[in-house]
């Protein structure tokens, strides 16, 4: 099994090792471009297509702790792109240590991948303390702001204590990001992901018609871009706009079919409500 144009564009992106730098802009890694694929990289990414993953570890992992720099970053951003978070992180963990003096814009998108993995394997804690990590690296960088605001808000609990300061830190940090952002002229993917993050702060703050104004703007701005489509679908859904919700569902689930989240709030709102389910008795009368 090959590795198809998009999973290749990818690989070639990595190779020159420009920073993912948030788990909200990853539509950065459709824009840039590089000019080849390390063998190795292009070996282990084949491997894990096939289904053999225990073949593909093994040859990652040796290549992680002996290749360059740019060919980690490579290995790294197939493992997270492919939503492979153990392997993601391990060879996050492994690339930074063996390239503790490297490019700042490198050292942030090795703790963003940390942060994204942890986060997806459940541990919320690890995700929070590898964003702060990056946002000290560069804390003036609408990615490192966006990305950790973007993280307080997905962690958010208002059953712990002090939550809500931390949401409302997010809206301010999401804020900055996108003034800085429209300073540096960023392309529409980019810009998409930083709105996507002031809906979904705004959906968390469960001020639902500002997320569905915020979130359908960062899907015109990155249609293809799952995880926004998703959130616009959630945000819909809360707006008891039940029919436009699934059709934004529907398009998150196109763009990744293996979207947990996307397919079981899709599922949820085909369940009919009590609402759905009483019967049409006409009026009196008529």
Partial sequence: MKISPA???????????????????????????????????TEGANLLLAGDRPGAQARFTKSVATSNLDTCLAIVAFCQMRKEWPLAA?????TLARFPTADPEKRVFLLMCIATADLNMGDSKKAIQFAEDALKVMPDHYSTLNGTGYMYAEVYDPDRPGEMIKLLTAVKMIDQALAKAREANLPDTEMGAIVDSQGWVQYRLKNYKDAVANLSRAVSLAPDQSEIQYHLGMALAKMDQKDQALVALDRAIKLDPGFKAAIAAREELKVPTAVDLKPNIPAPGK
Avoid: H, K
Wanted: aromatic share 8%; with cysteine.
């Fill in 90 to 94: 391990a060879y996050s963990v492994t």
């Fill in 7 to 41: 999973n290749y564009i990818i690989l070639r992106i990595a190779v020159i090792g420009l920073a993912l730098w948030s788990i909200a802009s990853c539509a950065r890694i459709q824009s840039m471009q590089s000019n080849s694929v390390p063998q190795e990289v």
